[in-house]
Nanobody, 123 residues
Framework: QVQLVESGGGLVQAGGSLRLSCAASGRTFSTYCMGWFRQAPGKEREFVAGIDWSGGATYYTDSVKGRFTISRDNAKNTVYLQMSRLNSEDTAVYYC????????????????WGQGTQVTVSS
């Protein structure tokens, strides 16, 4: 069992930055691949970024490449999403999720989800 708690969301002006954190409970955190997803009002939940268990491989959706960076600290049971050059299209609830398999863009690959943190970008 893994419990995930996101933090770090908020209101930011376009062009600004935020860092999201996702703290995980449980001793097996380092065995999970982790993903960040987001869901805007009226839209489906979409994959944003993923990282393998070691942190050695990262994946991004095209719209955030070069602006977002995912990382993890297995000693702290935490995964991060550093977001920069934010724009209005990044406004959404952001969720972290844990996958016992590999990183995937499909929500069905993830067994555990956090409650989400709101990110609002004002123009």
């Amino acid at each position: 069992q893994v419990q995930l708690v996101e933090s770090g969301g908020g209101l930011v002006q376009a062009g600004g930055s935020l860092r999201l954190s996702c703290a995980a409970s449980g001793r097996t955190f380092s065995t999970y691949c982790m993903g960040w997803f987001r869901q805007a009002p009226g839209k489906e939940r979409e994959f944003v970024a993923g990282i393998d268990w070691s942190g050695g491989a990262t994946y991004y959706t095209d719209s955030v490449k070069g602006r977002f960076t995912i990382s993890r600290d297995n000693a702290k049971n935490t995964v991060y999403l550093q977001m920069s050059r934010l724009n209005s299209e990044d406004t959404a609830v952001y969720y972290c999720a844990a996958s016992p398999g590999g990183v995937a863009a499909n929500v069905l690959a993830y067994d555990y989800w956090g409650q989400g943190t709101q990110v609002t970008v004002s123009s």
